[in-house]
């Protein structure tokens, strides 16, 4: 197990001409990270949980707007997606961190708390491209990052959206009232 920071993660990935990310949850700082430093013309798949009433919407629009930069960009969806999985042609890293701020951070330091992910060895590489495949019949296919855009705008918004469980939220949590200490008679 080692601490990967996102510059390390992303250098890992650069150069391949293919990459495949599995990860629930993603973060707009994560995918401008992606595009800054893979080539344009890679071939570039990404697994999301992407469900409605756990996302925001506007925020999920800038991240799929963000990935239209890739010309051979394919996105996938499962409701249920909990893989998190970074794979190149040479390299590879399975573990429990999303592609968040929390679950790659920018920078290492003492007060990090890093989920952390295992670097793979060849081997582990080839079964986890195989994994990928034989899961392929279970992820919804969205296309493009323009079919996936017009897609998660059809859908329904008006759940509560929940954050990703390692992201801050936006606002303190609601309190929910304290029992009364009236007697019921």
Known sequence: ?????????????????RVFISAPWIALTRVDSL???LRVDCDIEIWLRLNPSEASRDEMVHILEALAH??????????????????????GFVGSANFTQRGV????????????????????????????????????????AREAKAWW?????????????????DQPEPQLPKPSDRRIR
Not at 1 to 17: A, K
Not at 73 to 91: E, M, P, T, V
Not at 137 to 143: C, D, E, N, T, V
Not at 153 to 169: C, G, K, M, S, Y
Request: positive net charge; contains cysteine.
């Open 1 to 17: 197990m080692f601490e990967p920071t996102l510059e390390h993660l992303v250098q890992q990935l650069t150069g391949s001409p």
């Open 70 to 91: 890739f010309k051979n960009l394919k996105l996938g969806r499962n409701k249920n997606l909990h893989w998190k999985a970074y794979l190149s042609d040479q390299k």
């Open 105 to 144: 951070p920018d920078a290492v330091d003492e007060n990090s708390s890093i989920e952390g992910l295992l670097a793979l060895t060849k081997c582990q590489l080839e079964q986890c491209w195989a994994f990928r495949r034989a899961l392929s019949s279970k992820i919804q296919a969205l296309g493009s």
């Open 153 to 169: 705008l059809r859908q329904d918004h008006t759940a509560i959206v929940r954050r990703a469980p390692d992201e801050p939220p």
């Open 35 to 37: 595009v800054r430093h």
